[in-house]
């Protein structure tokens, strides 16, 4: 059976070369979406009003693996997949996919699903154990976590992406068709209702990013991606934005 599985994050890069044929002197702003059709993961980028592709970015999963999450760390892309309970870790750099196995994660018994982001170019990882998100940081060679930041979910949430924002790590969990935010802020966790999004009925799995401070959700509507941004306090979206597939 063919899985479809969106991810999302935006690159921005300052005074360097974002690809080896682009580069600018000031910041580049560009929607990547992962896809995963079996075991091949897709990547498509939203530049100048469409959607583009490159199939030679392509990355083939490990057998068996399914689901990902991706960050950027200095400007690299990087892929986490789940095989198992052992998360493994692949990075875009000089045109090719790399691995380092010394990386691994394993993850609690009992937990497979990740999400991922980076905070001060660290990589920050979130599975859920029961209604419990526990988050593993990789810090000077090694996986460290703390269980005085773990967050208890609501029940009849179980899915979660999650971003950073300013250095504040910022989770997003689904409950039926409304998307909540949680923020951790001065060592607890915060959560405001007004900042909760309605998703359009019918869409499943949401994945979280932030430009410029701006959270963006972005949710698979039947055969499209909605991207939706939290602007002014309001939540906006762009039909232009919309990719079919």
């Not at 899985?3 to 070369?17: A, H």
């Not at 600018?24 to 980028?45: H, K, Q, W, Y």
């Not at 692949?90 to 196995?101: A, G, L, Q, T, V």
């Not at 990740?114 to 660290?122: A, D, E, I, Q």
Request: hydrophobic letters at 40%; one cysteine or more.
């Amino acid at each position: 059976m063919k899985k479809i599985f969106m991810l999302l994050i935006f690159i921005l890069t300052g005074y360097m070369s974002f690809t080896e044929n682009y580069s600018t002197p000031l910041f580049i702003s560009t929607e990547l979406v992962a896809t995963v059709n079996d075991e091949i993961v897709r990547f498509f980028s939203f530049e100048k009003d469409s959607w583009k592709s490159d199939p030679s970015a392509n990355l083939t999963l490990p057998v068996g693996c399914s689901d990902v999450s991706l960050t950027s760390v200095l400007g690299n892309i990087v892929v986490a997949t789940v095989d198992g309970n052992i998360v493994r870790f692949f990075s875009f750099e000089k045109d090719s996919w790399k691995s380092d196995p010394s990386a691994n994660l394993t993850l609690p018994v009992g937990c497979s699903d990740v999400s991922l982001t980076s905070v001060l170019g660290n990589i920050v990882v979130a599975t859920v154990d029961g209604n419990i998100v526990r988050f593993f940081s990789f810090e000077k060679d090694s996986w460290k976590s703390d269980p005085s930041v773990n967050l208890t979910l609501p029940v009849g949430c179980s899915d979660v992406s999650l971003t950073s924002v300013l250095g504040n790590i910022v989770v997003a969990t689904v409950n039926e068709n409304t998307v909540r935010f949680y923020s951790f802020e001065k060592g607890s966790w915060k959560s405001d209702p007004s900042a909760n999004l309605t998703l359009p009925v019918g869409c499943t799995g949401i994945s979280l990013t932030n430009v410029l401070g701006n959270i963006i959700v972005a949710t698979v509507n039947k055969n499209s991606i909605q991207l939706y941004s939290f602007e002014k306090g309001f939540w906006k979206t762009d039909p232009s934005t919309i990719y079919h597939f």
